[in-house]
T-cell receptor
């Protein structure tokens, strides 16, 4: 069964550093998403991406965050200057048809120290 | 705006007993509703989804959920719990007008006792 692949599985970074989280969505999917889950809390929507542009973003997704699909296969989330409160599990997801056909990756655990 | 409330952050059942996890939603338009399961240190796996077809939805591993519009509920059930069902369960809602974002509930941790 096709999978969404996220790398790395765990990343530790120092506060103030830039970090890039990588995702390889399922190849024929058209919609791409990032979600995050702070430890012990619910999963929160960050951003959706369709047709090479952001289609929706949440209030969490401020100027410190950006997304890119640089080469038609990867989908990246960049955090420019990490804060302690950015520590969370970040999930990438892709879908061929909106919310009905989401596939989530296994996540990247980001720890900011 | 869409929202989801899951009643009970922790539910404990005995192996073989009925599992009932509660979910109520709020949506200004007919919603799409989902249940996801998360095993420790893993991603989110779709259990089942309601997309305006049959109100009783069957999913994987004998889970099912019933959409009740009058009660704005989408409770998850399983007739007989297995030890392997121990996990965190998330209810989620999406509105077609929201650009397909999912809004998740707080989650319910299911413990299955031998």
């Amino acid at each position: 069964e096709p999978e969404v692949t996220q790398t790395p599985s765990h990343q530790v970074t120092q506060m103030g550093q830039e970090v890039i989280l990588r995702c390889v969505p399922i190849s024929n999917h058209l919609y791409f998403y990032w979600y995050r889950q702070i430890l012990g809390q619910k999963v929160e929507f960050l951003v959706s991406f369709y047709n090479n542009e952001i289609s929706e973003k949440s209030e969490i997704f401020d100027d410190q965050f950006s997304v890119e699909r640089p080469d038609g296969s990867n989908f990246t989330l960049k955090i420019r200057s990490t804060k302690l409160e950015d520590s969370a599990m970040y999930f990438c997801a892709s879908s061929w048809t909106g919310p009905y056909g989401y596939t989530f990756g296994s996540g990247t655990r980001l720890t900011v120290v | 705006a869409q929202s989801v409330t899951q009643l009970g952050s922790h539910v404990s059942v005995s192996e073989g007993a009925l599992v009932l996890l509660r979910c109520n939603y709020s949506s200004s338009v007919p919603p799409y509703l989902f249940w996801y399961v998360q095993y420790p240190n893993q991603g989110l796996q779709l259990l089942l989804k309601y997309t305006s077809a049959a109100t009783l939805v069957k999913g994987i591993n004998d889970f099912e959920a019933e959409f009740k519009k009058s009660e704005t509920s989408f409770h998850l059930t399983k007739p007989s719990a297995h030890m392997s069902d121990a996990a965190e369960y998330f209810c989620a809602v999406s509105e077609e007008t929201s650009g397909s974002r999912l809004t998740f509930g707080e989650g319910t941790q299911l413990t299955v006792n031998p």
